[in-house]
């Protein structure tokens, strides 16, 4: 199972970085909570979440970040078809050196469909600064 998931964390964090946002939002569930630093974010349809990624992306290349790569760092045991998964995350350059690090809790469901997120606490990153700027447009 380990294997599958650090694979699938990886999947995931490609599709972002390739901008393949439709396809990431298929991967969580909705209404996504989002938590960071104090701050709660809840992204309440799949458009949501793509409008929000793609600013998201759109940071990340201003910042220069070439990749994203992945680590699973640790794996909740399943309860109830739901555990938790740790993950650190590392933006690399170009040149493969690391800009930032950053780490994240998925909230994970088994659906008959795959493993979904259902919820994610995001540690010490950028994403809720991007927020703050970048509020989706979806629905005004």
Known sequence: ???????????????????????????????????QDEQLLVLTSPEEFVDVCAKFCSAQRSRNVARIQSRVLAVDLPRHGRFRVWVGYDELDISGDTLHHWEAIHYCREMQSGLKSEMLELGSGNFMEIWERHRPTVGQ
């Open 1 to 35: 199972m380990y294997k599958n998931v650090s694979e699938l964390m990886q999947w995931r964090v490609d599709l972002l970085m390739a901008e393949r946002c439709e396809d990431l939002a298929r991967e969580h569930l909705f209404p996504l909570v989002m938590y």
